[in-house]
């Protein structure tokens, strides 16, 4: 079971660190990562760190402003979100992909077990 929590309620150009921890399911050597969803909109990839190497990739929208961590020896992960804007406003959501090749690290269809979610609204 993933449990993601840190969302809240910022002014744009603030900072939020989100995190995921598991309990039951180790992140080791499997692919973890964030997707949001905005309301009304699909949800979309964030970013993730690639199987047991610790590669780490981003959506173009949040590269250079969000940074995703990973300890697997405490099963959890942390996305550490910078400069945000209004259109980050959406739910974010951590998930599980153990088979995960590279090229389908951004597909949410990708991801097995996912986290309920939490809220970060981002006023302007």
């Known amino acids: 079971q993933l449990q993601a929590s840190g969302g809240g309620l910022v002014q744009a150009g603030d900072s939020l660190r989100l995190s995921c921890a598991s309990s039951?399911?180790?992140?080791?050597?499997?692919?973890v990562g964030w997707f949001r969803q905005a309301p009304g909109k699909e949800r979309e990839f964030v970013a993730a760190?690639?199987?047991?190497?610790?590669?780490?990739y981003y959506a173009a929208s949040v590269k250079g402003r969000f940074v995703m961590s990973r300890d697997s020896a405490k099963n959890t992960v942390w996305l550490q979100m910078n400069r945000l804007r209004a259109e980050d406003t959406a739910v974010y959501y951590c998930?599980?992909?153990?088979?995960?090749?590279?090229?389908?690290?951004?597909?949410?269809?990708?991801?097995?077990?996912w986290g309920q979610g939490t809220l970060v609204t981002v006023s302007s």
């Open positions: 998930a599980v992909c153990p088979s995960c090749i590279l090229s389908s690290i951004t597909a949410p269809d990708s991801y097995s077990s």
């Open positions: 039951g399911r180790s992140f080791s050597g499997i692919t």
């Open positions: 760190v690639f199987r047991s190497g610790g590669n780490t």
